[in-house]
């Protein structure tokens, strides 16, 4: 069975332009976590999607990031415009539809360079 | 402000050394898990405590969550390079969110 996957692994953006993450969950894993960890600091949680609903995106830092979840299937992340302070790892996760508590599996992360 | 604190940040030692990381929250968590992750990779869960008080075994690996369920240790007897890695701990709240502690990166010298 298929992990989580995500894409790209790896992207170099200049300040100002726009980078769109990619993540594909485990089949059949409602829901869905995006989660980032800076350069220095702790991971944070970002948002988190059941289904294609956000059910809690209190963790997004500013309006110049953009979550979607088409189809409750794939998410993507979108950052626009990016600014330096967004560098760091991009992680996704899937869990499978049932209480908080089961078990989270995290794709590999996306790592981001705004310079 | 940084609601899990973990320590050390950094341990290196040698093969056979006994070891112990801590996470302390002033926060009551409904479990606590503990993650490793290695470079290029996610992190993998290893465990998760839910009752306070409880103790967990996998391996040469111990997991403690404290009795108020607001801390946890996790013990490695007699380390192995094998063991090297990032291992980090995540208090879980009733909303899925998973808050992290800043991570111990272990290094275990033959």
């Known amino acids: 069975e298929a992990g989580v996957t995500q894409f790209p692994s790896h992207s170099v953006i200049e300040k100002g332009q726009t980078v769109t993450l990619r993540c594909d969950p485990i089949?059949?894993?409602?829901?869905l976590y995006w989660y980032r960890r800076v350069m220095g600091k702790e991971i944070k949680f970002l948002l988190h999607?059941?289904?294609?609903?956000?059910?809690?995106e209190s963790g997004m830092p500013n309006n110049r990031f953009l979550a979607e979840r088409t189809g409750g299937t794939y998410s993507t992340l979108k950052v626009q415009p990016a600014e330096l302070e967004d560098s760091g790892v991009y992680f996704c996760?899937?869990?499978?539809?049932?209480?908080?508590?089961?078990?989270?599996?995290f794709g590999e992360g996306s790592w981001l360079t705004v310079v | 402000t940084q609601l899990l604190e973990q320590s050390p940040q950094f341990l290196s030692i040698q093969e056979g050394e006994n070891l112990t990381v801590y996470c302390n929250s002033s926060?009551?968590?409904?479990?606590l898990q503990w993650y490793r992750q290695e470079p290029g990779e996610g992190p993998v869960l290893l465990v998760t405590?839910?009752?306070g008080g409880e103790v967990k075994k996998l391996k040469r690996l111990t997991f403690q969550f404290g009795d108020a369920r607001k801390d946890s240790s996790l013990h490695i007897t007699a380390a192995q390079p094998g063991d090297t890695g990032l291992y980090l701990c995540?208090?879980?709240?009733?909303?899925?969110?998973?808050?992290w502690g800043a991570g111990t990166k272990l290094i275990i010298k033959p």
């Open positions: 996760a899937s869990s499978p539809p049932g209480r908080a508590g089961n078990t989270i599996y």
């Open positions: 089949s059949g894993h409602d829901n």
């Open positions: 999607f059941v289904k294609e609903s956000k059910q809690d």
């Open positions: 926060s009551v968590f409904s479990s």
């Open positions: 405590v839910v009752t």
């Open positions: 995540a208090g879980a709240r009733s909303n899925y969110q998973l808050i």
